[in-house]
């Protein structure tokens, strides 16, 4: 018979339930914990990866740090966000000038 941990992994994953296959592998050997960690990761599933490894320091450390990798990206895509909308609002402003402009010398 098969592996149990890794018959209810792929049950979950075939439903698409990430959070379930990551405690099905939590419940497993080292290879599997460290696709847990992968699939915590690839799905951002931090949180559920803090709860299940609390207990296992060394995995938890992991996934804290992933955690903090993620959010740092996250904020650089925000700031980057708020540039682009900062920009496209200076674009635009001077875009309606630029008409009104054109549009004053045209009229008699």
């Known amino acids: 018979m098969k592996d149990p941990v890794e018959m209810k ?19 497993g050997n080292e290879e599997q914990i460290e696709r847990s960690f992968n699939l915590i990761k690839q799905h951002n599933l931090y949180h559920q990866g803090l709860k299940l490894y609390a207990n296992n320091e060394k995995i938890s450390k992991r996934v ?24 496209s609002i200076k674009i635009t402003k001077c875009l309606v000038w630029s008409w009104k402009a054109v549009d004053a010398m045209l009229k008699p």
């Open 9 to 27: 992994y792929k049950i979950t994953m075939d439903l698409k339930k990430y959070d379930k296959a990551v405690y099905e592998l939590s419940k």
């Open 64 to 87: 804290k740090e992933a955690l903090g990798n993620f959010l740092f990206l996250a904020k650089k895509v925000l700031k980057i966000s708020k540039v682009i909308i900062f920009t």
